[in-house]
């Protein structure tokens, strides 16, 4: 992995650089600080997406059996 990047800190809601929080308290790396600074809004994204996938969804199973 490279050493620069920018990461998303999920306790400051700040952009970090490589020095910043542990890594279990942040989202990245990202290239940017723009994006990084957009972490929160892809991961909401990504998780509606995800609650739409028929491959990743399982309420369509609850009930049978």
Do not use: I, S
Request: charged content about 35%; overall charge negative; proline content about 8%.
């Amino acid at each position: 992995m490279t050493e620069g990047g920018y990461w998303f800190c999920l306790k400051h809601h700040t952009v970090e650089g490589p020095e910043g929080c542990p890594n279990k308290d942040r989202l990245g790396p990202y290239d940017t600080p723009a994006e990084a600074e957009q972490a929160l809004g892809k991961v909401e994204e990504r998780n509606e997406a995800w609650e739409h996938d028929p491959a990743w969804n399982d309420d369509a199973d609850e009930g049978d059996g």
